[in-house]
């Protein structure tokens, strides 16, 4: 870690000129005492590095004198190709240490129009009313992506209140709009299909030793079909409002999820005689299959909308009680 903090300090200098320590200590977040013993360490290695104390001081390199060390560490290597280092990223500090090195090495006529550019243009992923947060089991994540290993994923569905357990190969991790989303596919043999997973609905993450096989679809193609289900029109299909009960709601969309086209909204609503109660919003493939899955629950459901499906749901329960009890 010190070596890493040493060159970062040696590249600080090189592209930024003169830098006073407490500029260096909240660039390397360390303090200021532990720059000042870094620049002995550089002084003492060789490094024409020297201080000026005063008004108008500062730590400072020889005039011209450069060092060619740019080679990347892997981590720098992955946050600099990957592009996703905002600010609740754990490769965030290994993405500004590659841009630091690029800097250094770029010279010093073509650096100021590079410094500008990231110093005048800032990307903030997040919306006026979401925050971008680090998920907590972000890193771990991304450390399996890179590696290509499988996951044991410890996941809670959206309104769910059981946590299930499921073996992936991971594709790879998309952050939209602030929201980090896991894009996996079943482990088991015999399943040929992708899902998304919001990482902040993750409980808990084991990177297993079992690689990912070669064949898996390039994340591209795979997100893109992803995000257009997602983002699918509700004509596409049935938009179903019903009401149910908190406690059923995970239940409910785990029976109705191969049949969705879309993500589910879960609404809380009002507690009605100290019972929980949330309000789903969902887009079923097409009416027979929202009868299947609804009908089958009973009375845990209460359709709102469509109509037509309370009709059809109504006329279908008239004909299974004239089957099954014709007196």
């Known amino acids: 870690m010190r070596a890493d903090r040493l060159l970062s300090l040696l590249f600080l200098l090189q592209t930024h000129g003169r830098c006073t320590a407490p500029d260096l ?5 360390v303090s200021t005492r532990t720059v000042l013993r870094d620049v002995e360490a550089l002084s003492a290695a060789g490094v024409p ?3 000026e104390r005063g008004r108008g001081g500062g730590i400072s390199l020889v005039e011209n004198w450069r060092t060619d060390v740019t080679g990347f560490t892997t981590a720098e290597a992955r946050a600099l190709f990957s592009g996703s280092a905002g ?4 490769q965030r500090p290994a993405w500004e240490s590659a841009v630091r090195k690029l800097l250094a090495a770029t010279p010093s006529a073509q650096r100021a129009p590079f410094a500008r550019a990231a110093e005048r243009i800032l990307v903030e992923p997040a919306g006026w009313r979401s925050r971008e ?8 994540l991304q450390e399996a992506v890179f590696s290509a290993r499988r996951v044991r994923l410890r996941y809670r569905s959206a309104g769910a209140t059981r946590v299930t357990t499921r073996t992936l190969d991971p594709l790879g991790l998309v952050a939209k709009g602030g929201t980090w989303y896991l894009v996996a596919a079943p482990a088991e043999a015999g399943r040929d299909w992708e899902r998304l ?3 902040d ?8 030793d079992d690689p990912v096989p070669a064949d ?5 193609a795979v997100w893109e079909r992803l995000r257009e289900q997602v983002e699918r029109p509700a004509s596409a299909g049935v938009r179903v409002r019903l009401r149910v009960a908190a406690a059923d709601a995970g239940m409910l969309l785990r029976i109705a999820d191969a049949q969705l086209v ?6 809380e609503l009002p507690v009605l005689e100290g019972e929980r109660l949330v309000e789903v919003s969902a887009a079923f493939r097409a009416l027979p299959a929202a009868r299947a899955v609804l009908l089958g629950l009973g009375r845990l459901v209460v359709v709102l909308e469509p109509p037509e499906l309370v009709a059809d749901l109504v006329a279908t329960a008239r004909d299974v009680l004239a089957t099954y009890a014709p007196g």
């Open 216 to 220: 898996l679809p390039a994340l591209p």
């Open 133 to 140: 947060e680090r998920p907590e089991h972000l890193a771990p």
């Open 49 to 51: 590095v020297w201080t």
């Open 87 to 90: 600010t609740g990223d754990p």
């Open 262 to 267: 879309s993500e589910p909204v879960v609404r």
């Open 25 to 29: 200590a909240r660039r390397l977040e």
């Open 201 to 208: 609905r993750v409980v808990g993450v084991d990177v297993l």
């Open 197 to 199: 997973f919001r990482v």
